[in-house]
């Protein structure tokens, strides 16, 4: 193995190890994940005036532009052109390197050390130039993604101060803004509706602060939430466009090419990794360990990684409504009901292809049912639709060995 297949199979494993110690806090069921969050900002919370000038500096940071600009440079490589990494080092270090490290610290994640490595590794030479683009790119997305969680949050924490509330949540919506190119993608390759999906629920959140009604405001940060995180499958383990089958194919003709699609994998992949493992670890670490670059690529299969995928988000949704179950009457019994759906809806072509349309036709009915039983209280309807749910995740589980 070269030199920089090798640094890379070595940040890739570095992933694999931390990963466990960080996935507490971006995986943690919904209530205890606002708690944990809350928790660390309660701890590094500055003096209300340093805060204030923190944010008011953060404001004038232009994220988008100084992502597009390294992403400019970067991208110079594909034309055979020679990177200039001196100026995206400086664009990252006086831009966007302290909002990875707020981040970081938030998540309990290594993205600054990544980045700053594989930047390093492209300017050093010992890592090909369009890797270096890809792990950028993939991991500031991430950062970007847990910026959009990050404000939610923070409106949460603040809902009884509605102008504090609507900037939080236009804050998330500059953010999410970036990645919106990404969703985009997903829907002209696979023909979903994610960035409708995303634009409602973002509505929804604008209504529920008008109305001052935090259920519905959580639930419309679940649909944002869930539905990035069903972009970000699509584009590293769903068939037929993921990196796992785009490397695959690619491995047949071009070696260097298909390093550089699995590599790509790896980095979309870091954005769910740590959802997953939390109660899927087995399929969550065989999807990492195929995307790891000391995997030969030729032996990668994007049908397996495919079906941990399915897997794991069933495994997640029974969860889900174990958690919906446990906290009937609650509205943490609703916004897990929801979860439950969105992660069902996260699979939908795979358990059409799996047990055919009409199962889906008819899990994703018993899910309605049974979220609309979550919001009404309604135990004797909600325990006639979960067994059914259960029933179907399962074999959905077991076709998808």
Not at 152 to 165: G, I, L, S
Not at 177 to 195: F, H, P
Not at 335 to 353: H, P, R, S, W, Y
Not at 358 to 379: F, G, V
Request: net charge negative; with cysteine; proline share 2%.
């Amino acid at each position: 193995m070269s030199l920089k297949w090798k640094w890379l199979a070595l940040l890739a494993a570095a992933a694999l190890a931390l990963g466990a110690c960080g996935q507490s806090k971006q995986t943690a069921g919904t209530e205890k994940e606002s708690s944990n969050q809350t928790a660390v900002k309660k701890q590094e919370k500055p003096k209300e005036e340093e805060k204030t000038e923190n944010e008011k500096e953060e404001a004038e940071v232009d994220y988008a532009g100084a992502f597009s600009e390294a992403l400019a440079e970067l991208e110079k490589a594909k034309q055979g052109g020679a990177v200039d990494f001196g100026k995206v080092e400086s664009i990252y270090k006086e831009k966007l390197q302290p909002l990875v490290q707020k981040r970081d610290a938030e998540f309990e994640d290594t993205l600054d050390q990544h980045i700053t490595n594989a930047l390093a590794a492209g300017k050093d030479g010992s890592l090909e130039p369009l890797v270096v683009k890809q792990i950028f790119d993939k991991l500031m997305q991430k950062v970007f993604y847990t910026t959009i969680k990050h404000e939610f949050t923070e409106a949460e924490e603040h809902w009884a101060n509605k102008e504090e509330v609507k900037e939080e949540l236009e804050e998330a919506k500059t953010f999410y803004a970036i990645l919106q190119s990404t969703v985009e993608k997903r829907d002209a390759a696979y023909g979903t509706k994610l960035v409708d999906a995303i634009n409602g629920a973002f509505a929804q959140m604008e209504q529920a602060i008008q109305n001052d009604d935090a259920l519905s405001f959580a639930l419309g940060k679940q649909v944002v939430d869930k539905t990035l995180m069903k972009t970000f499958y699509l584009a590293s383990g769903a068939l037929p466009h993921g990196y796992a089958a785009k490397a695959a194919a690619a491995a047949k003709e071009n070696a260097e090419e298909a390093k550089v699609e699995q590599a790509e994998g790896w980095a979309f992949y870091q954005s769910v990794y740590p959802y997953m493992k939390r109660h899927a670890a087995e399929e969550a670490d065989y999807i990492l360990k195929q995307f790891d670059l000391q995997t030969d690529v030729k032996t990668l299969d994007p049908k397996a990684v495919n079906h941990a995928f399915v897997r794991g988000w069933a495994k997640v949704a029974l969860h889900e409504y174990k958690e919906s179950k446990e906290n009937w009457g609650q509205d943490k019994s609703v916004i897990t009901a929801l979860e439950g759906a969105l992660f069902i809806n996260m699979i939908e072509q795979d358990i059409k292809t799996l047990l055919g349309d009409k199962a889906y036709t008819d899990l994703n009915e018993q899910a309605t049912r049974y979220l609309e039983a979550a919001k009404a209280k309604n135990k004797a309807e909600g325990d006639k639709w979960l067994p059914q749910i259960e029933a179907a995740l399962q074999q959905v589980i077991q076709k998808a060995n």
